[in-house]
């Protein structure tokens, strides 16, 4: 049997992880690997009313190579690989990085893939839908560090033709399939604008605030 202390360490363990269980199901954060919580609903109607209204700009110039991705983490491993492992379970890479097993479920779609090759990484607020809302006059290092972003809820894998259905539109033109996702996306979505100052338009303003309302 384990000694006094090794009971108490135990027993404090198994109390850290309770806690840590009970904080995730009240924060409203999915139980799976996910990206960076974004801000509560609260906060996210807060930073919504904040952010400045406009017409969705222009894509005159826009290309994907403007925004330089994906970027070198460490060692051999890049960002698309950092989030295969961060949002999978039992991800195995192989010596160059890449995911070579594992289980991830698409929280867009609830599917469940066991090949990272059905997986795209999305970008919550898109590199095309970015541009048209301000990104345009950053300069090329601004939006690699858009385009790598860990920090914020803006990468996450999903299913890869949900992802292409996606494409650039935001959440007044596609939502994710999942209907239960949809308070949470809002959130990611928001959370994102207003950390990078991204301007929205009023139909898409007017889709969040109503997902939002309902959270």
Not at 30 to 54: F, I, N, S
Not at 109 to 132: C, M, P
Not at 166 to 185: F, R
């Amino acid at each position: 049997m384990p000694g006094i202390y090794a009971r108490r360490r135990l027993t404090a363990l198994a109390g850290a992880a309770a806690l840590a269980c009970a904080a995730t199901l009240l924060s409203g954060s999915p139980a799976q690997a996910a990206p960076p919580a974004p801000v509560g609903a609260d906060t996210a109607r807060t930073y919504l009313g904040q952010l400045t209204v406009r017409a969705e700009g222009s894509s005159d110039g826009y290309s994907r190579d403007k925004f330089p991705h994906w970027s070198t983490q460490s060692g051999a491993c890049n960002t698309r690989e950092v989030v295969l492992k961060r949002d999978g379970e039992n991800v195995q890479q192989d010596g160059s990085c890449a995911a070579v097993s594992g289980t991830w479920k698409s929280a867009y779609d609830n599917a469940t893939w066991t090949q990272a090759s059905d997986l795209d990484i999305d970008h919550v607020v898109a590199l095309s839908e970015a541009w048209k809302s301000g990104a345009n006059s950053w300069t090329q290092s601004q939006r690699q560090a858009f385009a790598n972003d860990l920090g914020q809820p803006q990468l996450i894998a999903v299913t890869d033709n949900v992802n292409q259905a996606k494409g650039d539109k935001d959440p007044a033109e596609w939502l994710p399939p999942v209907s239960s996702y949809h308070c949470y996306y809002a959130r990611m979505w928001v959370d994102v604008k207003q950390h990078y100052n991204l301007t929205v338009d009023p139909a898409e303003k007017s889709k969040l605030a109503s997902i939002l309302n309902g959270c």
